[in-house]
């Protein structure tokens, strides 16, 4: 049975880029693997019914070569420290890959939000934000909305780092904000949009198994919240047929075609997509296994493993959500000829609107969403071109080093997936960065 354990995935991911890389200096792997900041709290919170319950929350900051940190805040009961700090690194990754100014972080609370009224989850994280006191600040560490948050949380947020530090402008202390309180246009459905972005460019380019665009593409979609909703709407939108949707409950399935609007109406109501009229339930294995073009995982880590990898039939996988597809599962996938596109490009349009949410709160402006998209538009189809370009070059290195027999590195001789590109390119990035800073003093 594999370990699915995101720490292990990240090593994993890493030893295999660091073999493109050229020699590192000793103890720079150290550098860039270790992180910067851990913050763990624990704190009370008066319940409804006058119980006192504890919370344990987390935050760490992996890196700060680049800029502040930035990354989401989750709530989830089965939070860990070794899960967030490796989403940390995640972020360091992908910030870096996209080219914005920040490092890695993450953070998150144990806590299961579907059991908890709205005034217990308010308690919650204003106590959570008090707790980290100066750990996160407009040009130190900046959260963002993730799994069970959103624009209502960093309202929060932002309202309790205002009341602890008054008399400036607080707003870039926390991006994913409601458009009254300073959010960007576009942020909401950002990681959808960057991801729309990232996937068109991608299959003009490559055309793989002949897809040239999304028209009449069948997509299944693991996950409906934030980022699986704002996709189906914009695959949908751009030709493709969605042909099943899951979320923490089950899944749904119709070979015409799902209808948005009702599944929206139907969640709204009832918590879940499951059991809406004329659809087909189905388990979130079988949405896995659907037989359909594309895939996104949009979801939690590890869904597609060693066990179930292997019954994938979609002809591409687009990691929408963080580490779905673990490291044995990609060689899986590899094989099958199916192409997995890397989270830390596919779902950077969140950090990239976050940061132009940024941008825009210490300027004290507001863009118009056509200008955000449009440069939402040029970062990630800027990233994905590199990523690509990455990928045939290296690619065509391990042919030629193959053909010559000359090379003994085994980790040489497999083809290169796309993630090992992404990585490849954001680690040479964060490299230079870190030579020209100079380790201090
Ligand atoms: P969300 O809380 O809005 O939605 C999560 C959805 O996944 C819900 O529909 C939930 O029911 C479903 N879900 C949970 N466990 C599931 C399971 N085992 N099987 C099927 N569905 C399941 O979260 P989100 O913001 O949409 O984030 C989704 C993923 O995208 C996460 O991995 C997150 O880290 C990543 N991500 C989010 C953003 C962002 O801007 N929100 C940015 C980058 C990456």
Redesign the pocket.
Known sequence: MEDFNTGKYIEQRLQRAMAFLGPLRPGFVDFLTSPKKSTIVNFPVQMDDQSVRVFRGFRVLHSHVNGPGKG?I?YSPDLTYAEISA?AALMTWKCALINVPFGGAKGGVCCDTKSLSENELRHITRRFISELGDNIGPHTDIP???????EHTMGWIYDTYDIMHPGRNNRPVVT?KAIDLGGSLGRHD??GQGCLYATLRFLERIKPAGMKNLKNQRVAI???????SAIARLFQNAGAIITGI????G?IYSEKGLDLDAINTYKQKNN?VVGLAETMSIT?ED?LQLDCDILVP????H?IHHDNADKIKAKLVIE?????VTPEANEILLSKDIIVMP?ILM?????TVSYFEWVQNNENQQWSLAEVNQKLNDKMVQATDIVISKWLSLNEMIIESNTKEQDEDKAKQLPVDLHTAALVVALHRLTVTIEERGIWP
């Open positions: 989401g989750r989403l963002a909305p993730d799994l069970y948050t959103n994913g950002a990681t693991q996950g409906y919240g934030n980022v699986g899951s979320d923490s409950q899944g879940t979130n949405l949009a979801a939690t880590s869904q929408a959500g963080n580490a779905p989270d779902n950077a349009g969140g950090v």
